[in-house]
């Protein structure tokens, strides 16, 4: 509202501006106090204002982390003030901002984003649900393929808006997933009904998407659908070429979205381990500061080993899949994948693509390199 940020001061420095730090775990407005739950990379963090009430709460993954100010000036104490979202930065740190451009990933009831949704959201997703009855409808490939191209010429000009490609035209596709053929016939169409340029902006928002999910989801959590569909997708040539055939920083960024995996911060790990237990635990928290807690914690081994055992099961399928990503790029002679039908040239472009790729990580995550300007920033 009425706040001045200085090299010096920050977001939640000034007596109209608030903050949460989930760093130093504290809320900031002017003076700072002790609130929230510690953020970890990929947390999705949701600001909710109440102007109502003049109240203010923040969110984790979408779980309320309590009401953080109720001082939040509103209605005739606020005369010709506006509301700014902002937030502090220190040096290489990144931060993907959505006011309502896409469908939040974790909604909040009650809650209206900053920006609506596009009015056209309605009609793309009444063209996508008719779209899927066609795909599923016993109709012959000729009639699919003229009343798609039908379909496809409205919905085309509609999924260049973010909101509706992640609205609409993504639940769809993830239908289609689950059947092969389905799935095969409707990447098939899609590669006639659409243009080149309609075609790569489409997957490459997709694709980007997708490796949205999977920084935001716990690898201890339901990764699996997201690298399956991805695994499925990436097998499509038409589909891996929007990656390949371009050396962008954002094909790259993808790609390394997909292999990435998503820590627990200590509140998850309570989720993840209900009960502990170690050797002389019993004697250990009968002592001291730890006697209160005993009654608390209540060390179960079996409880315990069970819970490593599903999370080392989990980290298995993930590994897995991510082997499975590995040979699309880097297929083995001993491994069969009846999906892939790459020519030798094929197969030596992508192994040359990705070997490629792998140089620029490394070579964008080395130390020497972590703190230089960006290129894309330049001097401007």
Not at 228 to 254: A, C, M, W, Y
Not at 258 to 287: E, G, R, S, Y
């Amino acid at each position: 509202m009425a706040a001045t940020f200085t090299a010096e001061e920050g977001v939640g420095d000034a007596p109209d501006s608030f903050a949460y730090d989930g760093k130093r775990l504290k809320k900031w407005n002017v003076a700072s106090t002790t609130y929230g739950q510690p953020w970890v990379v990929g947390d999705v963090i949701s600001c909710c204002i109440d102007l109502t009430n003049g109240t203010m709460q923040f969110f984790r993954n979408g779980i309320s982390m309590g009401e953080a100010f109720s001082n939040v000036r509103y209605g005739d104490d606020a005369p010709g003030l506006a509301y700014f979202p902002a937030l502090s930065l220190s040096w290489a740190e990144k931060s993907r901002l959505n006011f309502g451009g896409r469908p939040f990933m974790y909604p909040i009831p009650d809650y209206q984003p900053m920006q609506s949704p596009p009015t056209s959201v309605d009609f793309a997703t009444y063209l996508c649900q008719s779209l899927d009855r066609l795909m599923r409808s016993s109709r012959s490939r000729d009639d699919v393929m003229l009343i798609g191209g039908i379909i496809f010429d409205q919905l085309a000009p509609l999924l260049q808006d973010d909101y509706n490609v992640v609205a609409s035209f993504f639940p769809m596709l993830t239908g289609f997933s689950e059947s092969s053929d389905l799935l095969s016939l409707f990447i098939e169409h899609l590669r006639v009904w659409l243009e080149d340029w309609e075609w790569n902006s489409l997957w490459e928002l997709l694709l980007e998407h997708l490796g949205h999910i999977l920084t935001s989801t716990s690898s201890h959590g339901d990764s699996k659908s997201p690298l399956g569909l991805i695994i499925k997708l990436l097998r499509f040539p038409h589909i891996l070429g929007v990656l390949t055939t371009t050396q962008s920083e954002n094909s790259d960024r993808i790609l390394e979205q997909f292999f990435a995996t998503k820590q627990p911060n200590p509140f998850d790990l309570v989720d993840l381990l209900p009960k502990v237990w170690w050797p002389n635990c019993q004697d250990n928290l009968k002592f001291g500061e730890f006697t209160e807690l005993l009654s608390e914690v209540a060390p179960d081994e079996e409880t315990m080993k069970q819970s490593v055992q599903d999370i080392r099961v989990k980290n298995k399928e993930q590994d897995d899949l991510f082997y499975e990503i590995l040979l699309i790029f880097l297929p083995n002679s001993q491994v069969e994948d009846p999906m892939i039908t790459d020519s030798q040239s094929e197969s030596d472009f992508k192994k040359k693509w990705f070997k490629e790729w792998l140089h620029r990580l490394l070579e964008r995550n080395k130390g020497s390199n972590r703190n230089v300007i960006l290129n894309f920033i330049g001097n401007c």
